[in-house]
């Protein structure tokens, strides 16, 4: 299949393993190592869903965050993930609206969401190589965002979901803010680090 | 009558923009693609703490 077709069949789409250098990995590495240090603490303990305007649902999280510096913006300024983004979606000019490093300590979370209604696709992977699948739901992709909070109100971790791979350096994208997706408590001894990057098209349409 | 100079429109990338406000702090602190809702909305359930100086 096409890019296009498994983005409208599956909401999903893949990058090459081979299309970011190595030598950027390292650098990002670098780079989030120093963020650590910096990081603000994102703890969330609103319960249940909290559906709004834009079609998203923000619910609650643990976990550190930093938008991350040079590196980070060189890989979210990356060619190749504007082209991947921009063939999926199906949209003229695709530019990273949100990007940045997710720390991970033993036990932090994120229940189920969607996100912000301004993300065309979400690219996500591991910079640490223990992070467990991502729970997500396709299925309810093209529910309204009111069907879904209805629906998952009492399952932080919904049973039946299925799991998204969060590689090691290679990057995924997927829909996000029509599928919801979670994260469940990290289960390992170490800490580890997300990195999601967000595309929107801000090209001025004709009205 | 006014004469419109027609000249070739400076290349702006939209990307530049989205850097400066990175760079300057003003993107969400959230990190990932969940809503950017500040914590402030939610006063009563957030655990804000602020990174020790390093």
Redesign the interface.
Known sequence: MTLRQTWLAEGRAEVPADAIEPGLWEEIAEEAAHCA???????????GL?V?R?G???SP?RCR????GKAL?AL??SKVLADIAGEATGQARM????????FYAPGDY?HV????GK?DI?FSCGLTPNLAPMGWLPRLRYLSTQQVADELQEEPYPQGGEEFSILHRVLSGFD??RIPHWRTPLDTQSGEV?I?I?FSD??VKPS | MTTVEHTTPASV???DF??SL?EE?Q???????????P?SA?PQ????????A?
């Open positions: 240090t910096v990081a603000v603490v994102r703890h969330n303990r609103r319960p909290l709004m834009d998203s649902i923000t999280q965050v930093h938008p991350g913006n979210a300024r530019t990273p609206i949100r990007y940045g490093y997710k994120m969401h969607r996100d912000d993300c979400t996000g803010r997300l999601t967000c801000l090209s | 990338d939209p990307a989205v850097t990175h702090g993107l969400p602190q959230n990190a990932g693609g969940d809503p950017s809702v914590d939610f359930h957030h655990v804000y703490e602020q990174p020790a390093v």
